[in-house]
Structures are given as C-alpha cells and as structure tokens.
C-alpha cells in the first residue's frame, strides 16, 4: 500500500516541456509531483494539493517566516497563494502552447492569519476563459472551512507561450505596451493593440505579471 506520501520537488519547466503539454496536464504534474513547483513554492513553503479543470487548491501552514512587523501573517502569503491557484485554475482550461497572464488582481480582506491558525487552503474557480481573456475567483479557509480572504477576482490574458522577457512592467494611464504584453492579437494573425486597462477605475500603478511556469 503507497502511504499517499507525494515528494515535490523545486525547480523551473522548460519552455518545450509547457508547450507539450495542455494545461491541465501541467497543473496535474505539480500536483502529483512529476513536475517541480516553482521555487516560490519552497520559499513560503505551500503546495499545489488538488486540480481538475477549472478549479485548484493550495495548502500551506503558517508559520513565525510568514509574519509582517506587527506579528501577524503577511498578507502577500495569502495574495501569492490566491494570484498561483486562480492562474493555475484558468490555466488548467487551456490547450498545449497557449499561457497565461495576470492583467488584474483585487483582494479584499477579511480576518487576520496567525501562526495559530494552522493549515489554510487557497482555492481557486475559473468563472469565465474566453479566447482572449479568462476570470477567476477565490478565497482562503481553514480546516473548519472559517473564510480569510474573499471576493478576491483575477483577470487573466491567455496567449500563445513564447520565451520570458520582462516579468514585471508598470502599467499607468496613457501608457501604451509593448507588443508582448498583447494578448491573443499575434496569435490569430492581427497587429497587436495595446491594452487599455479593464477597470477604468484604478489602472494607476496596475502591475502586469507573467506566470509562465508557475
């Protein structure tokens, strides 16, 4: 009998690897640990724990590394954990050689975390995944399914995989991207069109993110 043990392991997928692959499979070899977890994975020590299409889970136990300057956890641990499962969750809607992107991330705070608190499990649901652009929700429990972050929504660009370039670039009013941060207008033979920020309400200082290889 296999005790259900899972050793994981850290590292990076290769570009090929990802476009072999369709999303699910991916998210399905982090889960059962044919394929290494990103390296921030082990820096905060969580663990992707379950998939299906749509939908993936995130544990990690809190502890005294996670804390901010006022003795609480941090709340990027919670943000880094929702921002992975929705971008996993919509990635594991793709085919092979179409990525992801995070275009938006909101948050709202419920509750405090503590070291006490124990196990708590981020997951994430996909709610739309278009051509162009995929929406997911998610929120943080613990073991007593007691909610900590909620109504937390991430929008997604889903475009043909190509190598990383610049993985974090401000994006403010007026600001016109370059072609790689285009969505899928490369992809079906257009010329690429800047993106205008979504929610016209607060683009100043919005941060676009690339997940390859999460």
Not at 29 to 42: E, F, I, K, R
Not at 136 to 165: H, M, W, Y
Not at 188 to 208: A, C, H, M, T
């Amino acid at each position: 009998m296999s005790s259900g043990v899972v050793c994981k392991s850290y590292g990076r997928v290769s570009d090929e690897q990802q476009k072999a692959m369709t999303g699910l499979e991916f998210v399905q070899g982090l889960v059962d640990g044919s394929l290494p977890l990103n390296t921030m994975a082990q820096t905060l020590g969580y663990d992707i724990t379950e998939v299906e299409s749509g939908r993936v889970a995130i544990t990690v136990v809190p502890n005294t590394t996670h804390l901010n300057p006022a003795g609480g956890v941090h709340g990027g641990l919670s943000a880094t954990l929702l921002d992975s499962c929705m971008g996993l969750a919509i990635l594991s809607k793709l085919e092979r050689g179409i990525g992801q992107t995070t275009l938006e991330f909101k948050i709202s705070l419920v509750r405090p975390i503590t070291p006490e608190t124990g196990l708590i499990r981020a997951e994430g649901i996909v709610l739309t995944c278009g051509r162009r652009v995929g929406t997911a929700e998610g929120r943080v429990t613990d073991t007593n399914g007691l909610q900590f972050k909620t109504r937390c929504s991430r929008q997604a660009s889903c475009r043909a995989t190509s190598p990383i370039r610049n993985s974090i670039e401000p994006h403010v009013k007026g600001f016109r991207t370059p072609a790689r941060h285009c969505q899928c207008d490369a992809l079906e033979g257009r010329r690429p069109k800047s993106l205008r920020g979504g929610n016209r309400g607060g683009s100043l200082g919005r941060r676009w993110c690339r997940f390859m290889g999460i």
